[in-house]
């Protein structure tokens, strides 16, 4: 199908970016300035924020519970923003929308953004979390079964690199993984993924625009060859958790994130790769607003339902 049509006013309506190198801070800050106000975001039992004091030090977090329960199943939330752009705030609607769907609670994980903290520091961050949530179970209310996993584009990448990390540590509490159109393969070699040509220009994300975006990590000291960084590396995906990949029809990411969900499948792992027709990258950020693709938090409550 062609790009929905909402997504293709909205695109026609932004402005000719700026020339000249990117710049961290000033595009922080205008991300900022589109946060919604809190009166107006979907209201849950309890939104909380709190420091997790980890092996990898102090790591904000935001702790969204969707009712009032005795215990709940956790979901480990990673932003995305090509490791030097998103916060706790510009995704908070996002962890909302996966709190009230799953009836998790939702921890989302306010890591450390390059280029001010180099590679490996955000992963680390987000690792630690993880830990920290299974050590702190019995504060956070956990009920000690689902510890789930998800984030979206760069937050993706950092999924499945922290489900791999954990599986290596034989720390295996983690138990379902969940990829929003993940950034798998940081080579950027225009020829290795027919979606990187195909959908090169025109549709939000363009091919043009992935390594000057990605620029701030890898110049940080992320070897794109190492499979922490682009987890399509990993020779040996058996034994990761079962994992739901969503692609969109229209993103310059597509290929990879499908080919890693078929990878997981011939690895054993129960894998479920779904692309949403219509779509460019960003859409769960930018569009869940729209029927058609806020069904995907539906499709990932109906995921993280089966054990």
């Known amino acids: 199908m062609p790009l929905h049509p909402e997504i293709a006013k909205f695109l026609a309506g932004l402005p000719t970016p700026p020339e000249g ?64 752009l998103g916060s706790l705030n510009t ?11 799953t009836g998790l609670k939702v921890v989302s994980v306010g890591y450390r953004l390059a280029p001010e903290a180099a590679f490996p520091a955000g992963l680390d961050d987000c690792y630690a979390v993880v830990r920290w949530v299974a050590e702190q179970g019995g504060s956070l209310a956990w009920d000690g079964t689902t510890l789930a996993l998800a984030g979206d584009s760069s ?27 993940p950034s798998l393969d940081l080579d950027f070699d225009v020829d290795r993924y027919a979606s990187l040509r195909e959908n090169a220009v025109g549709y939000g994300l363009e091919t043009a625009g992935l390594k000057p975006f990605n620029a701030f990590y890898l110049d940080s000291g992320a070897d794109p060859a190492d499979p922490l ?34 990878r997981l499948r011939e690895a054993g792992v129960e894998a479920t790769v779904s692309r949403y027709e219509g779509a460019g990258h960003g859409f769960v950020q930018h569009f869940s607003w729209i029927p058609e693709y806020h069904r995907v938090f539906e499709e990932t409550r109906d995921f993280l339902g089966r054990r």
């Not at 995704?91 to 769907?101: F, G, P």
């Not at 079962?242 to 597509?254: C, K, S």
């Open 21 to 84: 190198p990117l710049d961290p801070v000033a595009m922080r800050a205008g991300d900022e300035t589109h946060v919604a106000p809190l009166e107006e975001r979907l209201p849950l039992h309890a939104v909380e924020d709190v420091t997790a004091r980890t092996a990898s030090g102090e790591v904000p977090v935001r702790i969204y519970t969707p009712v009032e329960a005795d215990s709940y199943g956790v979901l480990v939330y990673f932003h995305g923003g090509a490791f030097f």
């Open 155 to 181: 937050g993706g990448t950092f999924v499945a690199a922290v489900a791999a990390r954990a599986h290596d540590d034989g720390f295996d509490r983690i138990t379902h993984q969940v990829l929003y159109y």
């Open 91 to 101: 995704h908070d609607h996002v962890a909302r929308s996966l709190a009230k769907e």
């Open 229 to 262: 960084v682009s987890p399509i590396r990993r020779a040996d995906l058996t034994g990761l958790p079962p994992a739901l990949v969503v692609t969109g029809e229209y993103d310059p990411m597509r290929d990879e994130g499908e080919l890693y969900g078929r």
